[in-house]
Nanobody, 128 residues
């Protein structure tokens, strides 16, 4: 199984930008579709963005569309989440990356229960 470690979370002012990284190890990274989710205090975990194995297909939650960009570097076994125009308090949450093995190169997954492996998360706090 793949292991996932997120990094890049920080305290940032509203309107600012941040890039999260998720480094994978243990298995062939390119066999996994990847996703980013987030969970704010008192709220359920919600979908943020997803990317296919190849990186050619992506999907975003409406709340982040146009502001966040998911990408991956299979050579580095890393998936990224570039976040811009951060909003307070909407974007404040613990951000998790997740992995789903698949034999299909251009498919992505938006439902958290489909993912097999999760990282421990990284905290993003947006201040006003």
């Amino acid at each position: 199984q793949v292991q996932l470690v997120e990094s890049g979370g920080a305290l940032v002012q509203a309107g600012g930008s941040l890039r999260l990284s998720c480094a994978a190890s243990g298995r062939t990274f390119s066999n996994y579709a990847m996703g980013w989710f987030r969970q704010a205090p008192g709220k359920e975990r919600e979908f943020v963005a997803a990317i296919s194995r190849s990186g050619g297909s992506t999907n975003y939650a409406d709340s982040v569309k146009g502001r966040f960009t998911i990408s991956r570097d299979n050579a580095k076994s890393t998936v990224y989440l570039q976040m811009t125009s951060l909003k307070q308090p909407d974007d404040t949450a613990v951000y998790y990356c997740a992995a789903k093995s698949t034999g299909i190169s251009n498919i992505y997954f938006s439902l958290p229960n489909l993912y097999e492996r999760w990282g421990l998360g990284t905290q993003v706090t947006v201040s006003s």
